[in-house]
């Protein structure tokens, strides 16, 4: 008997999310679950927000009228909070997938993973770095196809080996993985290691311009791999003279008493 799909609310910020990217925030979503709660927020009378108009329709995605009751003030940002406390307190969703390129959810996506929720954060490459970090999963919008591909394929240019070396955050994650999900031989499986980083950090290869984990760490070109078959296992380079001294570790072991 196949499990029950996770059950995800899309909550959309439309002031700071473009319209023409919801078919592949969608599809990215379906990766995860179904989205069977899905809204927009914003003043939809504002003439800015004219280009969300028929995606709405299209992608059955509910408006939700907020009207800018002071100057510099977003109850649109308030109104999306308070919703997505009412849905967690519901109790009947999986996760959250919040489409936003605004810091002020940080605290929400916070409070969201407190209760176990897995929270999958959709933003435009200057969102701020705590918004990032703070969710399950982040993937740029740039790094993602569509209407804007052409547009944005400046925006993911894979990073060079060099820029990928220099990472000191990236490198430490990997290696951090690797050696969390290894065996007794230094050799983790690459999917295991993928499983493993999502469970420490926000992580997407595609931020880094490569599709997979496997040419992302291939690109970085600082850890050993090999095939078998269909699975890919990557280790951390041994340190001078650590293979020796097992060497000769296990060759004590053998030498009868």
Not at 107 to 133: C, I, Q, S
Not at 151 to 156: D, R, V
Not at 224 to 244: D, F, H, M, V, Y
Request: charged share 25%; with cysteine.
């Amino acid at each position: 008997m196949s499990e029950p799909e996770r059950r995800i609310a899309l909550l959309i910020d439309a002031d700071n999310a473009p319209a023409a990217k919801i078919d592949v925030i969608l599809a990215e979503v379906a990766r995860h679950g179904v989205a069977n709660v899905r809204r927009a927020y914003g003043n939809w009378k504002s003439p800015h927000l004219k280009g969300w108009e028929a995606t709405l329709h299209e992608y059955a995605i509910r408006p939700m009228q907020q009207f800018a009751y002071s100057t510099g003030k977003n109850a649109s940002d308030m109104a999306m909070v308070i919703d997505a406390m009412d849905l967690l307190y519901a109790r009947n969703l999986d996760g959250f997938a919040i489409v936003s390129s605004d810091a002020d959810f940080t605290p929400l996506v916070m409070r969201l993973l407190t209760d176990g929720m897995k929270v999958y954060g959709f933003g435009e490459k200057k969102t701020p770095e705590a918004f990032r970090n703070a969710c399950s999963k982040f993937t740029y919008l740039e790094a993602l196809g569509g209407v804007a591909e052409t547009e944005s394929a400046a925006l993911t240019k894979p990073k060079t080996p060099q820029e990928l070396r220099s990472d000191t955050r990236l490198l430490q994650m990997l290696r951090s993985a690797v050696e969390a999900a290894s065996d007794e031989d230094g050799w983790a499986r690459l999917s295991t290691v993928g499983s493993q980083i999502g469970n420490q950090a926000s992580f997407d290869s595609r931020n880094y311009g490569y599709g997979k984990l496997s040419d992302l760490v291939e690109a970085i070109g600082l850890f050993q791999s090999r095939r078998e078959n269909l699975n890919i296992w990557i280790r951390n380079p041994p340190k001078p003279g650590a293979t020796a001294r097992k060497a000769g570790k296990k060759a004590a072991k053998k030498t009868p008493g």
